[in-house]
């Protein structure tokens, strides 16, 4: 009588075979981290094939493809990350920042009714002040 080895087979996506989701977007991001753009988007797909709702995964390959200069596919995956993970506030920031690079700031606004102020900065000295209300904004230098 013989007897059938089963396979433990690796989940979808896992090329190393045990590493765990959280171990593969570790080394997704140590790549993004250190410029490795083209790495980094591969090893974010790759946590995507085997967890396509992994909110953190969506969002930063969304930063890649932002950095890519390719502003709408990460519009989509930013968006995308916040419908999986609607309170991380670092994601709504992440998406207004592509949006104002694609000239929407306006789009912004729905984005994040519950926060009432944004504030990030825009290089240089730059700081932007969003109202998420009453739609003000203002520039102004940060010294």
Known sequence: MKRERRRRKSPPGNAAGSRDVGDRLRTAVDHHQSGRLREA?????????????????????GLVTHRAGRLDEAVELIEKAISRAPGAARYHNNLGLVLDDLGRLDD???SAPSIPRATCR????SIR???IAGGFMKSTSAR
């Open 108 to 110: 912004a606004e729905p």
């Open 122 to 125: 825009l290089g240089g000295n």
């Open 129 to 131: 002040t969003r109202s």
């Open 41 to 61: 988007e591969t090893a974010y797909r790759d946590v995507l094939v085997g967890h396509p709702d992994n909110p953190d995964a969506l969002h930063l390959l």
